[in-house]
């Protein structure tokens, strides 16, 4: 079985073709992204409508280069997958009409998927792995953290009351003038930054229920940056250090709670995964590794480009639906 997936709900054009084999697994025949990050860094995040058009200009070069890096000619597609949201209407709505027009003219199911589910199947693309597993999605729009038991069974457990945590991390960014996006240079100035130099809140951390709460420590940030005004670099280096420190640890706390909640409500996991854009952070990425050392649950994090926006989680998503 040979699916065409698509994605645009955000700021990323994207198609792929995933084929499952008899046994079941999946295989990348083609991934192509094209990020409109120039399109957007001077307004200091993605502007939908600006997104809606780079969308329409780039969708359909990508699908018939994903067809040809493929190797897959349009009549050996069995269906094309699309993510019908959630995410920006504009973008949304030429994806969908893409997706829509091939599926009509090659008379081939169309398979809507919703955005987060392609997040919270990709573990099975990439590490075949059973059901049920913990999920943390961590991206800029949703931070949850799911028990996913069955392709269409999916039960939140816990997710933030206000900020999602990649948003949190494009605001430090923004208030700090590093730009867009955010979580990518906050990791890289953290590096060279000292972690224990400012005393954040680590908001929620030892409650029971697995929610996260991010806003509190995004306005304790601001609150230094401002009273250190101007900022030299070495400021900003330790205020990302110290952030990052402090969302390392409430990750961390959180999802030690979000494995009780589902150890409580459907037995032991089959693993944590981690999606979405936060999960290319190497210092969560180092984290969870040590909290699954310790718990003795298995860390289960798909290759960075897979975390973030792209083809082929739709795609296979795609194909579990049809499979079905
Ligand atoms: O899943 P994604 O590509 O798009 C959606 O939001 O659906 O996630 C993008 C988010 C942005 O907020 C971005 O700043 C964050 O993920 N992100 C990171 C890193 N890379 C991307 N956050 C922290 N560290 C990173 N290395
Ligand atoms: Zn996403």
Same mark, same amino acid.
């Given at each position: 079985?040979?699916?065409?997936?698509?994605?645009?709900t955000?700021?990323?054009?994207?198609?792929?073709?995933?084929?499952?084999r008899?046994? &079941?697994?999946?295989v990348?025949?083609? @991934?192509?992204?094209?990020?409109?990050?120039?399109?957007?860094?001077a307004?200091?995040?993605?502007?939908?409508?600006?997104?809606?058009? !780079?969308?329409?200009?780039? /969708?359909?070069?990508?699908?018939?280069?994903?067809?040809?890096?493929?190797?897959?000619?349009?009549?050996?597609?069995?269906g094309? #997958?699309?993510?019908?949201? %959630?995410?920006?209407?504009?973008?949304?709505?030429?994806?969908?009409?893409? #997706?829509?027009?091939?599926?009509? #003219?090659l008379?081939? %199911?169309?398979?809507?998927?919703? *955005? /987060?589910?392609? *997040?919270?199947?990709?573990?099975?693309?990439? @590490?075949?792995?059973?059901?049920?597993?913990?999920?943390?999605? $961590?991206?800029?729009?949703?931070?949850?953290l799911? !028990?996913?038991?069955?392709?269409?069974?999916?039960?939140r457990?816990?997710?933030?009351i206000?900020?999602?945590?990649?948003? +949190?991390?494009d605001?430090?960014?923004?208030?700090?003038?590093?730009?867009?996006p955010?979580?990518?240079?906050?990791?890289?100035?953290?590096?060279?930054?000292?972690?224990?130099?400012?005393?954040?809140?680590?908001?929620l951390?030892?409650?029971a229920?697995?929610?996260?709460s991010?806003s509190?420590?995004?306005?304790?940030?601001?609150?230094?940056?401002?009273a250190?005004?101007?900022?030299?670099?070495?400021?900003? $280096?330790?205020?990302? +250090?110290?952030?990052?420190?402090?969302?390392?640890d409430?990750?961390?706390?959180?999802?030690?709670?979000?494995?009780?909640?589902?150890?409580?409500?459907?037995? $032991?996991?089959?693993?944590?995964?981690? $999606?979405?854009?936060?999960?290319?952070n190497?210092?969560?990425?180092? !984290?969870?590794?040590?909290?699954?050392?310790?718990?003795g649950?298995?860390?289960?994090?798909?290759?960075?480009?897979?975390?973030? @926006?792209? &083809? #082929?989680?739709?795609?296979?998503?795609g194909?579990?639906?049809?499979?079905?």
């Open positions: 079985m040979r699916v065409l997936g698509i994605e645009t955000c700021d990323e054009t994207a198609a792929a073709v995933v084929a499952r008899p046994d &079941g697994s999946g990348i025949l083609a @991934d192509e992204v094209r990020s409109q990050i120039e399109e957007h860094v307004f200091g995040g993605v502007v939908p409508e600006i997104a809606a058009r !780079a969308h329409v200009e780039a /969708l359909d070069v990508l699908i018939a280069r994903a067809l040809e890096r493929g190797g897959t000619a349009m009549s050996e597609i069995d094309v #997958a699309v993510s019908a949201g %959630p995410g920006l209407i504009g973008g949304v709505l030429v994806g969908l009409t893409a #997706a829509k027009a091939l599926a009509l #003219a008379d081939r %199911p169309l398979i809507a998927v919703n *955005h /987060l589910e392609a *997040h919270a199947l990709t573990a099975r693309l990439t @590490d075949g792995l059973p059901f049920p597993y913990l999920l943390l999605l $961590a991206s800029g729009g949703h931070t949850q799911v !028990a996913v038991a069955g392709v269409g069974d999916y039960r457990i816990g997710s933030t206000d900020d999602a945590i990649g948003e +949190a991390f605001k430090v960014a923004k208030m700090l003038g590093l730009g867009y955010g979580g990518p240079r906050v990791e890289r100035e953290a590096e060279a930054g000292d972690a224990e130099r400012f005393d954040l809140p680590r908001p951390i030892g409650r229920e697995p929610d996260f991010l509190g420590l995004k306005t304790a940030v601001r609150r230094q940056a401002d250190l005004a101007p900022l030299t670099g070495r400021d900003v $280096a330790d205020l990302c +250090a110290s952030f990052q420190a402090a969302v390392v409430v990750v961390v706390d959180r999802v030690r709670a979000g494995l009780r909640a589902f150890q409580q409500q459907l037995g $032991a996991p089959q693993a944590l995964v981690i $999606a979405g854009g936060v999960a290319a190497m210092a969560v990425r180092r !984290a969870l590794t040590r909290l699954s050392q310790e718990t649950v298995r860390l289960v994090a798909p290759p960075p480009r897979l975390c973030t @926006d792209n &083809g #082929a989680m739709v795609a296979w998503a194909i579990e639906r049809l499979q079905l």
